[in-house]
Nanobody, 127 residues
Framework: QVRLVETGGGSVQAGGSLRLSCVGS????????MGWFRQAPGKEREGVAA???????AYADSVKGRFTISRDNAKSTLYLQMSSLKPEDTANYYC?????????????????????WGKGTLVAISS
């Protein structure tokens, strides 16, 4: 059974930083494209950042230059380093995995079709 578990969310002031982690189990992690997606209350889910099996990355325009996605296949862990956080970054953040959908498409489709999802971690940014 595939499990994705996100940690690292919390409440910080605008301008601060957080690092999210997503640990995968039940899958050969290195064979999956991975991504971070977020959903704010009352809004649609949006793609944040994604990374292919070869390390190619894709980002939403709203986070470019502020967020960095990375992966450690040996630890089956996906990371999202977030800095210069803004109140509009407030959302539930989810990680997702898929063996076929590439990073750029995952962001473009806001995660639609991704095979496996975690339950999310809440990020709250105060002004």
């Amino acid at each position: 059974q595939v499990r994705l578990v996100e940690t690292g969310g919390g409440s910080v002031q605008a301008g601060g930083s957080l690092r999210l982690s997503c640990v995968g189990s039940g899958l050969t992690f290195s064979r999956y494209s991975m991504g971070w997606f977020r959903q704010a209350p009352g809004k649609e889910r949006e793609g944040v950042a994604a990374i292919d099996i070869d390390g190619t990355t894709a980002y939403a325009d709203s986070v470019k230059g502020r967020f960095t996605i990375s992966r450690d296949n040996a630890k089956s862990t996906l990371y999202l380093q977030m800095s210069s956080l803004k109140p509009e970054d407030t959302a539930n953040y989810y990680c997702a995995a898929d063996p076929w959908i590439g990073a750029a498409i995952a962001i473009e489709r806001h995660g639609s079709g991704m095979a496996y999802w975690g339950k999310g971690t809440l990020v709250a940014i105060s002004s």
